[in-house]
Structures are given as structure tokens and as C-alpha cells.
Nanobody, 122 residues
């Protein structure tokens, strides 16, 4: 049974940084695109970033481009999201997800983690 487990969330002041991790099990990790999405209260889950299995291709949501960096370590079955210059509007539950191909679309992702809360105070 595929499991994705996020960690690294927490409370940070505006301008600060956090690094999220997502560890995968029971998954041929390097064959999957890994993505990060986020959902703020009262809003739909939205795309943050994705990275192809080969690590060659990445994609970012417009609101995080230049501030967030997605990376992965296929030897550890782990994907990361380095978040810099955090702002209160980045406050959300962050989810990692796995898809067969690189996509910014939520319904293209087959497996999801439970999420980790990120709160940015002003």
C-alpha cells in the first residue's frame, strides 16, 4: 500500500524559511512525478510545484516561483520543498502527491499524503 508522509511544517514568521519533506513507501519512486499542493481554509487545493522522476523537469505555481524550490532524492524515496521568503498568504496545509507524468492538475495525481500545516505569522 502506497504511503506518502509529509513532515517539516510549523509556525514561522514572515520572511522566514521552512523545508518540507515527503517520504514515500511501496512506490517505484523514481518512476513518478512528485508534486506539492496546498489548501488554505475555505479555498481549493492548488498546485505549488512538481518534479519529474528523472529530476530533469520542474514546474512551479506562479505565486511561489522564485521563492520555493522542489527537489528529490531518489535514493531516499523523498521529495523536498524548500520555502523561502514565506508570507502570511502561504499559510495552508501542504500535501505531497505522486503522478505518472508531470502535471499541475490535481486530478492527475494518484496518491496523496495526509498533509502538514504551515502557518506564517505577520
Amino acid at each position: 500500500q502506497v504511503q506518502l508522509v509529509e513532515s517539516g511544517g510549523g509556525l514561522v514568521q514572515a520572511g522566514g524559511s521552512l523545508r518540507l519533506s515527503c517520504s514515500a513507501s511501496a512506490l517505484t519512486f523514481s518512476a513518478y512525478t512528485m508534486g506539492w499542493f496546498r489548501q488554505a481554509p475555505g479555498k481549493e487545493r492548488s498546485f505549488v510545484a512538481a518534479i519529474s522522476g528523472s529530476e530533469i523537469l520542474t514546474s512551479y505555481g506562479d505565486s511561489v516561483k522564485g521563492r520555493f524550490t522542489i527537489s528529490r532524492d531518489n535514493t531516499k524515496n523523498t521529495v523536498y520543498l524548500q520555502m523561502n521568503s514565506l508570507q502570511p498568504e502561504d499559510t495552508a496545509v501542504y500535501y505531497c502527491a505522486a503522478a505518472i507524468r508531470l502535471s499541475r492538475t490535481r486530478d492527475q495525481y494518484d496518491y496523496w499524503g495526509q498533509g502538514t500545516q504551515v502557518t506564517v505569522s505577520s
